[in-house]
């Protein structure tokens, strides 16, 4: 059975950090190209980060390049997302996607970010 289950969402003020973990199972992780994904009320999912599955080459929206860094542990089969300075339009849900060649893709639930004073 596949799973992927987000955590490390909350509340945090303008500036602050959170680390969102995506812990896996199910699935041949190390051959899974990975990613975090927001969705803010009212608007359509984004991608916010990417890691691939061959050498760990990462790639990011534009609003969070130099803030966010997302990482990989094959051997613990999660995906970190670290975001730091965070900002209000940052805030929603943030899902974790593992995409496998042409044919797989499996989604966690997500996990809720918050982002005010």
């Known amino acids: 059975q596949v799973q992927l289950v987000e955590s490390g969402g909350g509340w945090v003020q303008p500036g602050g950090s959170l680390r969102l973990s995506c812990a896996t199972s199910?699935?041949?992780?190390?051959?899974?190209?990975m990613s975090w994904f927001r969705q803010a009320p009212g608007k359509e999912r984004e991608l916010v980060a990417s890691?691939?599955?061959?050498?760990?080459?990462?790639d990011y929206a534009d609003s969070v390049k130099g803030r966010f860094t997302i990482s990989r542990d094959n051997g613990k089969t999660t995906v970190y997302l670290q975001m730091n300075s965070l900002r209000p339009g940052g805030a929603g849900v943030y899902y974790c996607?593992?995409?496998?060649?042409?044919?797989?893709?499996?989604w966690g639930q997500g996990a809720q970010v918050t982002v005010s004073s």
């Open positions: 996607r593992a995409v496998g060649g042409a044919t797989w893709e499996f």
């Open positions: 199910g699935f041949t992780f190390s051959r899974y190209a």
């Open positions: 890691i691939s599955h061959v050498r760990s080459s990462t």
